[in-house]
């Protein structure tokens, strides 16, 4: 019997979810420049390592989208 495993990293279940239900693209809002409390949503730099890329910048707020 031959048992293959695969892991997958939370992200890529996120990002399969995602094609699964028909969406082409995930949107975040992240903080650009100093982290503050309103940075809950983590600062750029973050989602730009895990593959997302600049849509709009609105000052200290980016518009990120990660396609599919």
Do not use: C, Q, W
Not at 3 to 10: N, R
Not at 20 to 36: D, R, V
């Amino acid at each position: 019997m031959n048992v293959e495993i695969k892991i997958l990293s939370p992200e890529l279940i996120n990002d399969y979810i995602a094609l699964k239900e028909g969406y082409n693209f995930i949107e975040a809002y992240p903080t650009i420049g100093e982290i503050s409390t309103r940075s809950y949503h983590g600062p750029y730099s973050i989602y730009e390592k895990f593959g997302f890329s600049l849509h709009k910048n609105l000052d200290d707020i980016a518009i990120v989208r990660k396609h599919l």
